[in-house]
């Protein structure tokens, strides 16, 4: 069973907004995980934030953690055609496993 | 250049047939995975291998086989036991003993005819 449920499931923008979306997660977990998917392609790392932190920067992207609400945020500032992906949520627990959520559709709108 | 190559990036399976998916890695990760991810879902687990010789399985690993005889390889086959193949296959890797990144393939599209 998935472990990250994202929200929206499908968000739509134009170019030089925000997108947020968000994660929701069942277990403990000791690292949350953000990937982006370009269509048809391989997934690829964005960036980590550790349990026993709460806000992390990258770039545009900034990520939340709430661990007493089991959730995280991920904000993409001034938004491009370019980042038009799916974004997905990754929790890290016990052990190597990683457990994707079902992904957030972002289209960005020139 | 570093990276992990999955081949082929189309496959089509007939009726009653085994079909292997190819992962190579060149990255010196001990750890390799495969995933599945049907259209609009996320990924689910299907096998993983944290060293060379062992794996165990996941999530969804009925109707699946791999191998781990090399390092750099984990092919996995989609036996004809599995019923609804079709879908995105990934494959990813990872440094040793963490799972803070995983590096992922480009996916193999396997279809049935």
């Known amino acids: 069973s998935q472990q990250g449920e994202e929200d929206p499931q499908a968000l739509s923008i134009q170019e030089g907004e925000n997108a947020t979306m968000n994660c929701s997660y069942k277990t403990s977990i000791n690292n949350l995980q953000w990937y982006r998917q370009n269509s048809g392609r391989g997934l690829v790392h964005l960036i980590l934030?550790?349990?026993?932190?709460r806000e992390k920067h990258s770039g545009r992207l900034r990520v939340t953690l709430d661990t007493s609400k089991k959730s995280s945020s991920l904000l993409i500032t001034a938004s491009r055609a370019a980042d038009t992906a799916s974004y997905f949520c990754?929790?890290?627990?016990?052990?190597?496993?990683?457990?994707f959520g079902g992904g957030t559709r972002l289209m960005v709108k020139p | 250049d570093g990276g992990i190559t999955q081949s082929p990036k189309y496959l089509f399976r007939k009726e009653g047939q085994n079909v292997t998916l190819s992962c190579e890695q060149n990255l010196n990760h001990d750890a390799m995975y495969w995933y599945r991810q049907d259209p609009g879902q996320g990924l689910r687990l299907i096998y993983y291998?944290?060293?060379?010789?062992?794996?165990q399985k996941g999530d969804i690993a009925e109707g699946y086989s791999v191998s781990r005889e090399k390092k750099e390889s984990f092919p996995l086959t989609v036996t004809s036991a599995q019923k609804n193949p079709t879908a995105f296959y990934l494959c990813?890797?990872?440094?040793?003993?963490?799972?803070?990144?995983?590096?992922f393939g480009s996916g193999t599209q396997l279809s049935v005819l």
């Open positions: 291998s944290q060293i060379v010789n062992d794996f």
């Open positions: 990813a890797s990872s440094p040793p003993g963490t799972n803070e990144k995983l590096f």
């Open positions: 934030i550790r349990s026993n932190e």
């Open positions: 990754a929790t890290g627990g016990a052990g190597n496993m990683l457990t």
